[in-house]
């Protein structure tokens, strides 16, 4: 009976899962509401029963619930016990939700830390990525903080599909909680060089975004950027990684010098559009930032100009908004490079989307000239007229506004045209830009003096007809324009032609039913009107005039008395009474249009919009002292808080009371100021005033308007047929006109004058214009706007702004859980536990290398690098921590490195080096290496490496020189040390010669002998290499390795990188971090060779070196380029810092006797049939040692090694073909690795 | 970065809703006027959209829209291709994928987006390696 009750509950429960309600919800179209309630309800039932089952499947539909836009913030708890759940399936619904509904005001997330730091460190890969994947989704500053430190540890994890996870969440956990990101930076910055791709591209992505925000602090990775950017093939990396140095290039101009070239042939060579369009915004922004003093890259420029004319012209719509929409980034600064294409542009005017044409029209304003204005704007008109939907027509509007009124109306040539267009304009249907409309007449008509008459007949016009406009005023804003008609007209009411008709027009009664302030402006210039007529009829004597127009006033003015505005009202108040008053005054038979006039009196002239900006505050004022005593300060704040909150009201009065003082104080200086200015205003040319059009202003200057010949416009033609015809067609036309004369006048004199054709110069200018700035404070100059963009307080990348080079503190470590506070180690214990987690994952990890290694040869091209790197624990990095880079000791040494007692330590002291300098190295364009210098190979080497190398090395020689022409410059330098280094080579040189001279004196012909080896070698390029030393540099070791090339293709950008361990170092570029690779300072055509020499500091010689490499370079073809990679392994016999020293017999004896040479050693080796002199010429050539003496079968051979090692040999021939070999040195080591190298070079 | 992941059908139903960035307010209503907005377009018009703060880049496939909302940084293009690797990946584990199986499988459509978007990041972009944990799961689960 329990059981079939328990069965019915179960069944009724799950009656309706989430398919049911997917299904339920599309069979409710009509009551779909209803049914998502009832649905709710019975969630809400079983969100209350205790079986998980249930409860997973109620969350499950609550999240589709969510989806539609329903709240269930409601059952966060129960989302939250469902995600704690341990079966996995009901894990990811409770995730899933939380995923969707938590956000960072969920207040029950609180109880979460526990449950999500458990499944972060559970077993099972997939709930620690889903506990990451809600944790992107919800994290708070108290989860950030909390589980910082567990995230951190998840980032080295076995696991790339965790380390991904983990790496991108940390970007969630820097913005919530700052405070991580030193701590976790460095480890951070490894995972740029994880073998994973994917974990590699999380770091790029989490990098870049932080750096995009910050940029100042990231730019010490630039270098690695550029490696990576120049190493990989993961498009979506490369735009990451592109986009970032978009952001860097600004705060770093040289660094955009060192990217042009590789992002040029990227744009050459990339098949993907969105990398290709990447680029060239990337490329804009470089030439932005290079904009000054970098004249060169035109050819860049015309690139992506015309990669984006492509982009254009594509039929794909994207590609064609894409490409506009960049254009419009190069339009700022290469005005000239985009004009070129203004017929692509243009023709995008017409096209079907409304976005692309949008687009178009942004790009319009680089595009206008003198010459082609008129047809642009005629050209917008007509679209404008086409035009569906106000918001497009309203854009060409302001388009048109825009185009033309840029630069101080540069480029408009015949202000009567532009006129013409605004007014025409004003017929737009429904636009919200009246108020634009009106400012331009407005400003046009005051600045430009010559075309006042026919702006106020034009405005006249518009009065005329305000019934159209007024009419639609209700609908929109286009009656703004009898504002600006309505002063003009009043203003300058002088070039009026019939101010009666106006004032009539103007008093009509539909006038009131525009907007407040334009029927104040009415009134106003009412009376201007008025008063223009009166001195008018005055002066014609005619009275009866002056009564009837004075009647008008009287008796149409009330209408504006009962306006509700305030404003129209007492203006209209205030004028109706001084009209009754010059009424009565008229009555009087006293003429008074004198006293009218004079109330409006004066011009009024343009105020620069910066005016009020740059008012200088007088001398003698500081604006920040106090006027009194500062209310009292610090002291007082420890007294009783409530006193804060009593307003101290003598005080208060007393401020008020004190302010009027200062002005009165100020009052001198302000009336002196007053006279300054007058004095000023009489010689700025700036100044309009009266009669300032005879002196040539500024803009004539520039145009040389004299020059000109004006092309006489017939303004008999009737202007004033609202309606009709367009007026400013008929200037077009009038142009065309006047150009085709000026052409055939011009026919005969071509040569010179065409070229210039196309310049702006020869576009007539129609009307003598002023055009000035406004007026500014005296000392004020214009200048642009100094608003610097600065992150807004607001956003959290404000926080991030970190400084990173800084080394870490002993105290910025992430908050590690501690159970309880314990004993005075307790500090130290975490670290302890750190470690030994990391060894054991470190085990871990090199059996899964082992299994790997079998697994993939592509795993084992990048595997130390990351994974292992990434162990030592971040409280260890804390104090290894270098300024710079190698926060972390790579993890090649402990692999590596044979006796690892001794250097450790200097290895762990930071490097001095400051990274900004690093940097600045690795910018200052030098991109030949210190490290790398290709010389010739020495002729002695050549000359008995076998024939084949001889063959070649004159091709060498001549490369080479080539090379070093081109360097020399760069070297110089260096001139002089490289002088004694190649002075030494040759003295090593000439010793092993000389070794060889002898033998080969000897008898039978030598087995060609190379001190080349094999380094590595693959389908395209072959590595050969040889080891150089010198005997003052002790440390130093030079590897020179000839690159042959066995490849079609040129092969570029070749990279030698050499894992370092604690006893041998690659020397690298300042700032370049163990991984990055020496760049090899040359291409490689196809079938050529060349040489680069490395050089490595060594710290111990008495073991032998081998060392893992990898060269990446890339193949280019036509088409594409693909990165390669060859690994190596560099061996460094301890015979290589041998130097085959000569040595008298007499010296050789006494260093025998002399009981120094302590260690002894003895090999023999076979010498296979060979002469024994073939054996000893061997033993020379391979061992580098020099014979001191040899009698018959047997010889004595000494070396020094590189740190001042003696090494005597003894070399005797035994019957039989054998040889044996006594050594002493005072290293035993080193003899006897020496020897048994000899041994097997030599046999 | 991305901020929303939409799948609206041509009834401006929403199938599929994530967000990278919790919307600020209103949240449905926001979404109304970008789906009425991207349904407003024509085919013969590019594929974004300013709207407010960010842009939309949208792409329609038969009767679905994927509406991506990305910040001014990121590459329309990119985005466009990241959206039809979103719909391969739905072709590929759904089998012909169609508005019913993102539907009445929503909870398979969020995984896999989130294989493939984290934190309005792209994280993995290789349809096997996406779907692999999917499948395991779906494994486990039988």
Request: hydrophobic share 35%.
């Amino acid at each position: 009976m329990a059981l079939k009750k328990v069965k019915g509950s179960l069944e009724r429960v799950f009656d309706k899962n989430l398919h049911d309600l997917v299904r339920g919800i599309r069979n409710h179209k009509d009551d779909e509401a209803k049914f998502i309630a009832q649905c709710i309800d019975e969630i809400k039932q079983e969100l209350r029963q205790d079986n998980i089952a249930v409860k997973a499947n109620a969350v499950a539909k609550l999240t589709y619930l969510q989806m539609l836009g329903y709240d269930i913030s409601w059952a966060a708890f129960n989302v939250i016990e469902v995600m704690s759940s341990n079966k996995f399936t009901f894990k990811r619904i409770g995730y899933l939700a939380a995923s969707q509904s938590f956000h960072e005001e969920t207040e029950v997330l609180m109880l979460t830390t526990n449950m999500i730091r458990k499944d972060l460190s559970s077993q099972n890969q997939y709930d620690a990525a889903i506990a990451l994947n809600g944790l992107s989704c919800f994290m708070t500053p108290d989860l950030a903080r909390d589980l910082a430190n567990d995230v951190m540890t998840l980032m080295t994890s076995t696991r790339p599909y965790i380390r991904k996870r983990a790496v991108l969440i940390m970007y969630k956990i820097f913005l919530k909680f700052p405070e991580a990101l030193r701590p976790a930076f460095p480890r951070l910055k490894e995972k740029l060089e994880d073998p994973d791709p994917g974990v590699q591209s999380a770091a790029v992505n989490v990098i870049c975004e932080l750096a995009r925000k910050n940029p100042k602090n990231y730019l010490s990775l630039a270098p690695v950027f550029f490696k990576l950017m120049t190493s990989s093939t993961n498009n979506w990396v490369l735009i990451k990684i592109i986009k970032l140095f978009g952001a860097l290039t600004p705060l770093e101009p040289r660094l955009g010098k060192k990217l042009i070239e590789p992002l040029t042939n990227l744009i050459h060579s990339t098949s993907a559009m969105s990398l290709l369009y990447e680029c060239i915004n990337t490329v804009i922004a470089v030439l932005i930032s290079l904009s000054s003093g970098m004249p060169n890259h035109n050819a860049s420029i015309q690139l992506c100009v015309q990669k984006l004319r492509i982009l254009i012209e594509d039929s794909d719509q994207n590609l064609k908004y894409l490409g506009l929409l960049a254009m419009s980034k190069i339009l700022k600064t290469h005005p000239k490079s985009v004009q070129a294409h203004k017929d692509l542009i243009l023709q995008c005017l017409d096209d079907k989307d409304e976005s692309i044409r949008l687009r178009a029209l942004d790009l319009l304003y680089g595009m206008v000239s003198k010459k082609n204005l008129m047809e642009i704007v005629r050209k917008l008109m007509v679209h404008m007229d086409k035009a569906e939907g106000s918001m497009y027509r309203d854009e060409l509007l302001s388009k048109i506004v825009q185009i033309c009124s840029q630069n101080n109306y540069q480029y408009i040539t015949n202000f009567e045209w532009y006129v013409s267009v605004l007014v025409e304009l004003t017929r737009v249907e429904g636009t919200r830009h009246g108020s634009v409309i009106a400012s331009q007449m407005l400003d046009v008509a005051i600045r430009v003096k010559a075309i006042r008459a026919f702006a106020v007949e034009q405005m006249a016009q518009l009065l005329e007809n305000s019934h159209t406009v007024a009419s639609s005023a209700q609908r929109n804003g286009i009656c703004e324009v009898l504002y600006a008609a309505a002063w003009i007209a009043g203003e300058f009411s002088e070039h009026l032609r019939d101010p009666r008709g106006t004032l009539d027009d103007m008093l009509r009664q539909k006038v009131t039913s525009l907007p407040g302030h334009i029927q104040a402006v009415f009134v106003q210039n009412i009376m201007k009107l008025y008063a223009a007529i009166l001195v008018k009829y005055e002066e014609d004597e005619d009275n009866d005039g002056i009564r009837e127009v004075s009647d008008l006033l009287v008796e149409k003015l009330p209408m504006f008395v009962q306006s509700g505005d305030l404003e129209v009202q007492e203006r209209a108040c205030c004028i109706l009474q001084l009209m009754k008053y010059v009424k009565k005054l008229q009555d009087k038979d006293v003429s008074c249009a004198d006293e009218v006039a004079a109330l409006f009196a004066g011009e009024l002239n343009p105020v620069a919009p910066k005016a009020q900006r740059k008012v200088a505050v007088p001398e003698g004022l500081d604006l920040d002292k106090w006027i009194n005593d500062p209310p009292s300060d610090s002291s007082d704040d420890e007294g009783p808080a409530n006193s804060l909150f009593i307003p101290d009201d003598s005080r208060m009065m007393n401020e008020s009371m004190t302010r009027p003082v200062v002005e009165e104080l100020s009052d001198d200086e302000l009336e002196r100021r007053r006279e300054a200015r007058r004095a000023e205003t009489q010689n700025n040319p700036h100044y309009l005033k009266l009669g300032a059009s005879a002196k040539g202003s500024k803009y004539q200057e520039v145009v040389n308007v004299e020059d000109i010949p004006v092309a006489n416009i017939d303004l008999s033609v009737p202007l004033y047929v609202p309606g009709t015809k367009r007026l400013s067609d008929k200037y077009l036309e009038a142009e065309r006109q006047a150009r085709k004369r000026d052409k055939k006048r011009r026919h005969g004199k071509k040569s010179k004058r065409r070229h210039k054709s196309e310049s702006e110069e020869d576009v007539p200018v129609v009307h003598k214009v002023d055009i000035m700035g406004g007026e500014m404070p005296e000392g004020a100059t214009e200048s642009g706007d100094e608003g610097n963009l600065e992150l807004d307080d607001n956003d959290p990348h404000k926080l991030l702004d970190i400084d990173l080079d800084r080394p870490l503190d002993a105290d910025e470590k992430l908050p590690v859980r501690t159970h309880r506070i314990v004993s005075p180690s307790a500090e130290d214990r975490p670290v302890e536990e750190k470690k030994k987690h990391h060894r054991k994952d470190k085990e871990k990890e090199k059996k899964r290398k082992e299994k790997e290694k079998k697994k993939s040869k592509k795993e084992k091209k990048r595997n130390k690098s990351g994974d292992d790197s990434a162990h030592p624990s971040l409280l260890i990095a804390t104090e290894l921590m270098s300024p710079g880079h190698e926060a972390i000791p790579s993890p090649g040494e402990e692999e590596e490195v044979a006796p690892p007692s001794a250097p450790v330590k200097k290895d762990t002291t930071p490097k001095k080096e400051e990274p900004k300098d690093d940097l600045d190295f690795w910018l200052s364009g030098q991109d030949a290496p210190v490290a790398v210098e290709v010389t010739a190979p020495e002729p002695g080497a050549a000359a008995d490496v076998d024939s084949d190398a001889e063959d070649t090395s004159r091709h060498k020689k001549k490369k080479e020189k080539k090379a070093k022409k081109e360097k020399k410059e760069k070297k110089e330098k260096k001139e002089k040390k490289k002088k004694s280094k190649v002075a030494n080579d040759e003295d090593v040189d000439s010793g092993r010669r000389d070794g060889f001279e002898e033998l080969n004196s000897d008898g039978p012909p030598l087995p060609p002998m190379s001190s080349y080896r094999l380094l590595a070698e693959d389908s395209n390029i072959k590595m050969t290499y040889e080891t150089r030393v010198q005997s003052q540099q002790g440390q130093q070791l030079i590897v020179s390795v000839i690159f042959t090339s066995l490849a079609e293709q040129h092969l570029k950008s070749l990279e030698f990188n050499v894992m370092d361990s604690l006893n041998t170092k690659m020397d690298r570029l300042p700032g370049a971090t163990t991984h990055d690779g020496v760049p090899v300072p040359f291409q490689l055509p196809p079938n050529s060779f060349n040489e680069g020499q490395f050089a490595f500091q060594v710290q111990s010689i008495n073991v032998a070196q081998k060392l893992r490499g990898t060269l990446t370079y890339t193949i280019k073809t036509e088409e594409s380029s693909t990165s390669e990679k060859l690994d190596f392994k560099l061996y460094l016999p301890c015979t290589a810092f041998l130097i085959a020293t000569p040595c008298s017999s007499d010296a050789f004896a006494r260093l025998l006797q002399g009981g120094e040479l302590s260690s002894k050693y003895s090999i023999k080796l076979s010498s296979g049939g060979a002469p024994f002199s073939h054996v000893l010429a061997k033993v020379c050539f391979y061992g580098h040692f020099a014979i001191v003496e040899q009698i018959d079968q047997s010889a004595s051979l000494y070396s020094c090694s590189t740190q001042g090692h003696h090494i005597c040999l003894l070399v005797k021939a035994n019957g039989g073909g054998d040889v044996s070999i006594d050594g002493k040195c005072a290293d035993g080591s080193l003899l006897s690795n020496v020897m048994e190298e000899i041994k097997v070079t030599a046999s | 970065m991305l901020k929303f992941i939409l799948l609206v059908n041509k009834q401006g139903q929403t199938r599929l809703a994530q967000y990278y960035e919790h919307p600020e307010h209103e949240r449905v209503s926001i979404e109304r006027d970008i789906i009425r907005k991207c349904l407003a377009r024509e085919d013969s018009q590019c594929s974004f959209l300013e709207y407010k703060n960010f842009k939309l880049v949208y792409r329609r496939y038969a009767s679905l829209y994927f509406i991506v909302g990305v910040d001014h940084t990121e590459n329309e293009l990119a985005i466009l291709e990241l959206i039809h690797n979103i719909v391969e990946t739905y072709d590929k584990y759904f089998d012909k994928v169609c508005e019913l199986d993102i539907m009445f499988n929503l909870d398979k459509a969020y995984m896999i987006l989130e294989e493939m978007v984290m934190n309005g990041r792209i994280v993995e972009m290789n349809q096997n390696r996406i779907l692999l944990p999917i499948r395991v799961m779906d494994q486990a689960a039988q």
